[in-house]
C-alpha cells in the first residue's frame, strides 16, 4: 500500500433495500405465517377463561405481582417453574432440529424481525408503491410529495409499533382493565415505559434497522452455522444450470438464467443468491418464487433456485440421482434433537396431569435442634409450607407417620391438627413435633420420620420425609 | 505475492475475482475489507457521548473523600433513608395501636394486622438486641445461664402480659427500680461440705436423675430447713421469686453433680438489662418495639 493512496473506508453506509412484490408459493406460506403468527400475538390477551370468582379470567397472563403463570386451564406457581424452564429448553432445541434440517427456516418464516419488517414492507409497498417508485422516491428530492407519502408510511409504521407495544404489556395485566388505564392515562410507570420502548424497537427495527439487526446485531444466525451441514436444505442457485448467465434470445451458449435480476431484486436482505450462500441471507425463499414465475414465462423447469442440499449440488452437477428430502431430513442428529425434545416434551406432559392440586415443603428449624420441654419430652420444630392450589378454600389436615414412634404433633396458633388455607395461597404453618420422656425418638440422635397433609374437603393428600432430632444419649 | 499457485484452491478462486482488500498485509496475509455499517460507528460514539454526559449527572468519579456528587443529586443512601421514613410512615398507626391495645389482644383472631407486625417487628427486634444472650434462635446459652425461650419452663412468668414486664424492666439490675430482683444465698461456709454434697443428691432425686439414695435422704432436711423457703417444699420453685423449679427436666444452669454444687455453693446471679425507654432510661426500645418482642417471644412455643 503505497502512502499516496487514498486510505480505506473502514465503515460504510447502509445500502438502501428497495425489495420488489413477489407471488408464489413460498411468499403464500410466508402470508399465512404472517397472520397466523400476529394474530396469535395480537388477540391472545384479549381471550377469557372463566376460573371462578377471586381469580383472573385472562386465558393467558403472566402475573408477575402475585407470581402466577395462567395459560388457559394451566396455572403454574414458581415452584413449578421447571415447566417454563422445560419449555424454553424445548424451544431451544426445537430451533436446533429446524435449523439442522432445514437451515435458517426460523429466520425466513417466523423471526419476529422477519414478520413484522415483512409488515412493514407491506405498508410501505401500499403506501410508497412498488421497487421501482420507492427508488425514485429515494432520489427524488424532499418536496410535498414525497413528505406526505413519508410521513403517512410512518404513522402508520408508529400504529403498528404501539400496537405491538401496547400488546405486550397486555400478557402481564387485565387487558380490558389495562387499556382503560392507558387510555386514561392512569396505568402504571413500567406500562409506559414498556410500551414506549417496543414501540420504538418496533418502529426502528422494523422500519429502518431491518437486515443490518440480523447481519450486525442477533447472535443467532452466527450460531446456526454450527448446526447446519451438507445435509441441511437451504436456499441455493444451481449454477451448473444456470451459468453461464446471459440476456438475449441466441442461448446456445448460455445456461439457463436469463440474468433478468428478478431474483436480487425481490431479495429483503440486498444479497444476489447466484453467488452462493451468504451470511446475510435469511432463506426467506422469495427468490425462489420470483426466479420460478421467470422461468414459467421463458418456457424452462421450475428450480433454478431451489431448496437443496449441498450434497445434492455435488449429485446433480456430476449427472447422478439426488436423495430423497427424507433422506436429508431423517440423520442421526435431527433424529438425536427430535428424540430429546420430545422426551423433554413427554416428561412435562406427564408432570403437568400427575401434580397435585396442594403442596407441601417442610423446613425443619434446626435452631435450636430440639427443645427439652419440662417434663423431660423433646419438641422439635417445622415451619410447613402448605400450598392450596385449588380455587376452593380449604381445611388441611397435618398428621405424622413415623413407623409406630410415638411422635405428637401440634399447630402453632390452631386448636387441634387441622389449618385453613385460603383459596389459591401458601400458608405457612409453624408445627411442633414432640416426642415423649424416654420414647425411642427421644433418646435416639435422628428419626426419619414423615409428614402427611391432607386437604379434607378433595381428600387429596401428599407427603414429605424429614427428620426428627432427639437427646442422643448413647 | 502474486503468484498464486500454491495457495489452496478456495482462496485461489476468492482472489481470482480481485476482491476488495483493506491493503494490510501481514507475512502475505490480507484482510478482506468488509466494513463495519456506519450506524455502528455512530452508536459507539453515541455510547461515549452517553457515558460523559452520565459522569456529570451522577456520581461517579472517585476522589480522595467519596465520588464526584454529579449535578442530579442522585444518592442511593438518602433513597434509603427515604425509603426507611417511607415505611415508618407507612407503619406508624400500626405502632401506635401496638402500643395502646391490651397486649393479650393481639392475636391472630382479633388483631390480625397487629399481630403479623409484631411477630415480624419483633423478630427483627430480637435479632438485633436479644440474639447476643438469648441466641438467634431464642434457644439460650445453658452455660452461661441465658434462659431458654423456647421451651415450657418460666422463671418469672410465661403470659405476655409477665414476658413483658421482664422485658421491659429487666432483672437484677441496678437502672430500674421496677427490675425483677432477687438473690440466692451461697451456700459455702454456711452449710458443710457433706450438707451440700447430700443436698445436691436430693435436689439430682426430686428432678428424676440418677442419685445416691443414702445422700438423697439425707439431703431433704437439708433442703428443707435451707431451700424451701423459696424453692417451695416440693421444690417445685416459686416465680414471685424467680425461684426455679428443680423437680422438671429443664436446668438454667446445667443439672450435672457438678453443676447443682457450683450453684449451690456459689449462687447465681442471671442479669438481664431493662429494654423499656419509658421504664428506665437505660432502655433502648419503644412500647411498640417492647410489645412487638414479647409477642414474638411469647408465639416461640413456650408461651403460656
Redesign the interface.
Known sequence: MSATEEPQKLYAAREPVFPKRVYGRFRNLKWLILIVTLGIYYITPWIRWDRGPELPDQAVLLDLANRRFFFFWIEIWPHEFYFVAGLLIMAGLGLFLFTSALGRVWCGYSCPQTVWTDLFFTVERWIEGDRNARLRLWNAKWDFRKWRLRLTKWAVWLLIAVATGGAWVFYFADAPTLLVQLLTGQAAYVAYATVGILTATTFVFGGFMREQVCIYMCPWPRIQAAMMDEDTITVAYRDWRGEPRGKGKARENLGDCIDCNACVNVCPVGIDIRDGQQLECITCALCIDACDDIMAKVGKPRGLIDYMALTDEANERAGNPKKSVWKHIFRLRTIIYTVLWSAIGVGLTVMLFIRSDIDMTVAPVRNPQFVTLSDGSIRNTYDVRIRNMTHDESTFQITVAADGAPLLVELEGQDGNTVPVPIDSTYLQRVYVTAPADSAPAREERTDFRFWVEDLGTNTRTYTDTTFFGRDLE | MTDNTNKHPEEQQLMAGDPET????WDGIKEF?N???????WTFYATIAWGLVYTVLYPAWPLVNGATPGILGFSTRANVAEDIQRFDDMNADVRTRIAEVELAAIT?DENPDLYNYAIQGGAATFATWCSQCH???A?GVQASGYP?L????WLWGGTIDEIHYTISHGIRNEDDLDARYSEMTAFEGILSDEEIASVVQYVRNIS?QEANATLAAAGETVFLDNCAACHMDDGTGDRFMGAP?LT???WLYGGSEEAIEETVRHARFGVMPPWSADASEAGRLSEAEVRSVAVYVH?L?GGE
Not at chain 2, 466494513?35 to 460507528?41: E, G, K
Open positions: 483493506t491493503g494490510h498485509s475489507n466494513p463495519l455499517p456506519r450506524w455502528w460507528l391472630p441466641g438467634s434462635g434457644a431458654n423456647l421451651d415450657d419452663d428424676g423449679n422438671d427436666a429443664i408465639s412455643g
